[in-house]
């Protein structure tokens, strides 16, 4: 039963990225688009964990799986230079995708059951940075250094905005706190993500970001 779920998701994640490097061919997308796309999947089929695997040495095992994936698209040529354009086309190595599958199963331990705690941090990480990442790709005029970060404003607008609304509906349909609560609780929450962020170097928001919303969410609830 353990290798079909783990087949499931590998085969999930094979179909996206070829889907997304088809798509990337046809339409000439930007590499960064392409790779916060695969990010995307990765984020989305993960929120399924919970009540697909029942333990956490199940999903680190299928994450590490995962990333041995990883290192074979960037380090078989032939492979980088077509599937692997996905995720290495912008010159970045496997070490954040290392951290966002670090996150998943440290996510996934600490949680404990508790959806809001496994599933807030992993849709922050999912949706805000990859919507962010795309408008600063593609509409992004106003651009600063942070910490030898290039950064859009308004890429990191588009990241407060849906982390603010990844929580706020969250809390909407998983808690009875009243609509007061959940925006102020919202609002803070996006905003130290967002901070976490904007002071993360190169990757490393991968697991800050999951970090700081998990602490955050766990400190009002």
């Not at 087949?7 to 339409?27: A, H, M, N």
């Not at 697909?52 to 994450?63: I, Q």
Request: hydrophobic share 55%; charged share 10%; net charge neutral.
């Amino acid at each position: 039963m353990f290798l079909a779920k783990v087949s499931g998701v590998l085969l999930f994640l094979t179909v996206v990225l070829l889907l997304i490097y088809v798509f990337g061919k046809k339409y000439h997308l930007h590499f960064e688009i392409q790779r916060k796309l695969l990010h995307i999947a990765l984020g989305l089929v993960s929120l399924s964990f919970p009540c697909v695997f029942e333990s956490t040495f199940e999903v680190a095992l299928l994450m590490i799986v995962a990333l041995l994936v990883l290192l074979v698209l960037q380090y078989t040529p032939i492979l980088r230079r077509t599937l692997g354009e996905s995720i290495y086309g912008v010159n970045r190595s496997w070490f954040g995708g290392g951290l966002f599958v670090a996150s998943i199963i440290t996510l996934f331990f600490l949680a404990h059951d508790n959806y809001v705690l496994y599933f807030g941090p992993l849709l922050t990480i999912t949706f805000a940075d990859a919507f962010a990442a795309i408008v600063g790709t593609q509409y992004g005029k106003k651009y600063y250094t942070l910490l030898g970060s290039n950064k859009s404003i308004e890429g990191t607008v588009t990241f407060f905005i849906t982390a603010f609304l990844a929580i706020f509906l969250l809390l909407i349909f998983m808690t009875s706190h009243s609509l007061l609560v959940i925006t102020f609780i919202s609002i803070v929450v996006a905003s130290v993500s967002t901070a976490a962020e904007l002071f993360s170097g190169r990757d490393l928001d991968n697991i800050t970001v999951p970090a700081v919303t998990f602490l955050a969410l766990q400190y009002f609830l």
